[in-house]
């Protein structure tokens, strides 16, 4: 599996959880990389995304709670999410574009993992 998504679980209102996604042996380098999620009903959407030089984006609904950040020595790109809300409460999958093997950049989706913040 090229992504791991991993960290979710079940939080308060209020609270925070720490996602993490890492690339496995067979995606060389992240280059950029996104968290997205989806609730359910609803169609999947873009959380936090950021670029190879660190350059970060933000939903404006998670804009000031959440934060993405990578380390590119673990090849792991992490959502750090505080004063969670009930509306967080979705599916969240990790996105990435990396190298593989043959040096070609490919687009990558990890299994997703469940946040769930009770109110």
């Known amino acids: 599996v090229p992504l791991v998504d991993s960290g979710g679980g079940l939080v308060q209102a209020g609270g925070s959880l720490r996602l993490s996604c890492a690339a496995s042996?067979?995606?060389?380098?992240?280059?950029?990389a996104a968290w997205h999620r989806q609730a359910p009903g609803k169609q999947r959407e873009l959380v936090a995304a950021?670029?190879?030089?660190?350059?970060?984006n933000y939903a404006d609904s998670v804009k000031g709670r959440f934060t993405i950040l990578r380390d590119n020595a673990k090849n792991t790109v992490y959502l750090q999410m505080d004063s969670l809300k009930a509306e967080d409460t979705a599916v969240y999958y990790c996105?990435?574009?990396?190298?593989?093997?043959?040096?070609?950049?490919?687009?990558?989706w990890g299994q997703g993992t469940q946040v769930t913040v009770s109110s």
């Open positions: 996105n990435a574009v990396g190298r593989d093997s043959g040096g070609v950049y490919q687009a990558y």
């Open positions: 042996r067979s995606v060389f380098s992240i280059n950029y």
């Open positions: 950021i670029s190879s030089g660190g350059s970060t």
